[in-house]
């Protein structure tokens, strides 16, 4: 079974950086249209980028500006470079493919949390 692991989470003052990873290692990652998502407790689990496989990238409007979505098909891995960071960007971060554009999801694996707080 794939499993995605996603890396970079931390603990981050308001206003500071993260850069999360995700590799994805199946053999047609360069084809497909990949997303980070995020997911508070109680809540669903909500898209924040994504990146289809020509870079075109698109940002929910809550971290537009300060969020940036990239992609290296060679170590196939996304990432997601997190600036500007606020109180409420703290959430668990999932990679997996972008759901308007790709129909079979990949595993969603355990997630990387990330916690803004002073």
């Known amino acids: 079974q794939v499993q995605v692991v996603v890396s970079g989470g931390g603990l981050v003052q308001p206003g500071g950086s993260l850069r999360l990873s995700c590799a994805v290692p199946v053999s047609d990652f360069r084809w497909m249209h990949l997303a980070w998502y995020r997911q508070t407790p109680g809540n669903q689990r909500d898209l924040s980028a994504g990146?289809?496989?020509?870079?075109?990238?698109d940002y929910a409007a809550s971290v537009q500006g300060r969020f940036t979505i990239s992609r290296d098909d060679a170590k196939n891995t996304v990432y997601l470079q997190m600036n500007s960071l606020k109180l409420e960007d703290t959430a668990v971060y999932y990679c997996n493919v972008d759901s308007r554009r790709w129909t079979t999801s990949l595993p969603w694996g355990q997630g990387t949390q990330v916690t803004v707080s002073s």
């Open positions: 990146i289809t496989n020509a870079d075109y990238t």
